[in-house]
C-alpha cells in the first residue's frame, strides 16, 4: 500500500501554473525528508524537489526558481507549486520519503502533468 497520494496534476499551457499536492496516509513527523519526483515513460525516475521535516528545501537544477515545495507536518502534506512550466515538465510526478527505500520503495500512482499549447 502507498503511503502517499498525489494529485493536481492537469494540462496547462507553456508559461501556466499547477500545484501539486501530496497526502500521507499516516503522520509525517518522523520522516526527515520528503520529495517530489518525476518520471517520464522510458526515462528514470528523477528527484525534483525536497524539503526536511523542519522546512529545509533544495531544488534540481531544472526546476530552481520556478518550483516551491512546501510541507504541513500537522495535516500530513507536501505540495509542489509549479510556474513558468515549460514542456519538459511534462511527465508523471510522484511523492514519496527521500530516499524512497526508507518507506521500502513503495510508490503510489502518481499524478499526470503535462505541458503543451
Known amino acids: 500500500q502507498a503511503h502517499f497520494v498525489e494529485s493536481g496534476g492537469d494540462l496547462v499551457q507553456p508559461g501556466g501554473s499547477l500545484r501539486l499536492s501530496c497526502q500521507a496516509a499516516t503522520s509525517i513527523t518522523s520522516i526527515y525528508m520528503i520529495g517530489w519526483y518525476r518520471q517520464d515513460p522510458g526515462k528514470r525516475r528523477e528527484l525534483v524537489a525536497h524539503v526536511t521535516k523542519v522546512g529545509v528545501t533544495g531544488y534540481a537544477d531544472d526546476v530552481k526558481g520556478r518550483f516551491t515545495i512546501t510541507r504541513d507536518n500537522a495535516q500530513s502534506t507536501v505540495d509542489l507549486q509549479m510556474n513558468n512550466l515549460k514542456p519538459e515538465d511534462t511527465a508523471t510526478y510522484f511523492c514519496?520519503?527521500?530516499?524512497?527505500?526508507?518507506?521500502?520503495?513503495?510508490w503510489g500512482q502518481g499524478t499526470q502533468v503535462t505541458v503543451a499549447s
Open positions: 514519496n520519503s527521500v530516499p524512497s527505500s526508507i518507506l521500502g520503495d513503495v
